[in-house]
């Protein structure tokens, strides 16, 4: 790929990967309120549906294609994803839960590799399991780990299998079914949860939280489609570290919250890794 192309492609995937940093600044605002971060996952999902849905260019034929195995599997993913990182966002600092959130580009990799049956590069597996390394430093593992950091590995886990399956599919549906999917799909899946856990009182505030909520994770979740049409996934992988640099911003503006010194450090970690996958990328391309 051309350098101009690489770096065309690392600006789209910061667009969008800030558009869901955003998304989830509002979800931690909400929850930090007091809200339920499953009834926060169902607006998200619904509302989204909602405004996508006039512009998704919806046919009639395609709507069995909502109920084949692997756009479901997909929406589930995404769904535990989503749940998973909004119970993480509670109680632990935005940067933190990115931090340890970024065991999804090394799962995304690996199951690509495995299932896609896309190249391996021992410069790039080598900075994959560096940049592990950092999560390890951010999340502590029997040093000061937290059920919020387990609920943000786990959130990284679905996140990377979902863009997997993303890749694989991506080919084989127009990209605005694929965003209407997973919306709708997502709200349905969650809706038995949402019936059971108590609704908020509705304020321009909360309201505008919520559309924030939705509409920046929408966003951002399109874009990854377009690229994913068009680029590998072990390419796109790496590049989401980007997103470590608007979560540690947000965090500081938003919530005042300052990592630490090991997990600023493991920041960091993830980070350089992220930009060294996408050198090994065009070296390799050179060679």
């Known amino acids: 790929m051309p350098l101009a192309a690489l770096f065309s492609v690392a600006a789209l995937v910061f667009v969008a990967t800030s558009f869901v940093v955003t998304g989830d600044t509002a979800g931690k605002l909400l929850t930090q309120g007091g809200e339920n971060p499953f009834f926060v996952a169902w607006s998200r999902f619904a509302l989204g549906a909602a405004l996508i849905l006039p512009f998704s260019g919806l046919q009639r034929h395609e709507l069995r294609f909502l109920l084949h195995w692997r756009v479901v599997l997909r929406s589930i993913f995404i769904v535990g994803g989503i749940c998973s990182i909004l119970t993480a966002l509670r109680t632990e600092p935005i940067a933190n839960v990115f931090g340890a959130f970024f065991i999804g580009p090394i799962i995304s990799y690996g199951l690509a590799v495995l299932f896609l049956g896309e190249t391996i590069s021992r410069m790039r597996t080598v900075l994959l399991f560096f940049g592990f390394f950092g999560v390890m430093l951010v999340v502590k593992p029997g040093f ?128 350089a890794s992220g930009l060294g996958s996408l050198f090994a990328v065009r070296l390799r391309a050179t060679a």
């Open 144 to 271: 000061g780990a937290t059920p919020g950091l387990g609920f943000a590995l786990l959130a990284g886990c679905c996140y990377g299998s979902y863009l997997t399956m993303t890749r694989a599919i991506a080919g084989d549906y127009r990209p605005r079914f694929l965003l209407l999917s997973q919306l709708v799909l997502g709200a349905l899946l969650l809706s038995p949860v949402v019936a059971t856990v108590p609704w908020p009182s509705f304020t321009p505030a909360l309201s505008g939280l919520i559309l924030m909520s939705a509409v920046g994770s929408a966003l951002g979740n399109y874009i990854l489609v377009l690229v994913s049409r068009k680029v590998s996934a072990t390419i796109v992988a790496p590049l989401i570290y980007s997103q470590l640099i608007t979560a540690t911003a947000l965090g500081v503006l938003v919530f005042g919250d300052w990592p630490d010194t090991l997990s600023f450090t493991g920041l960091a970690i993830i980070l």
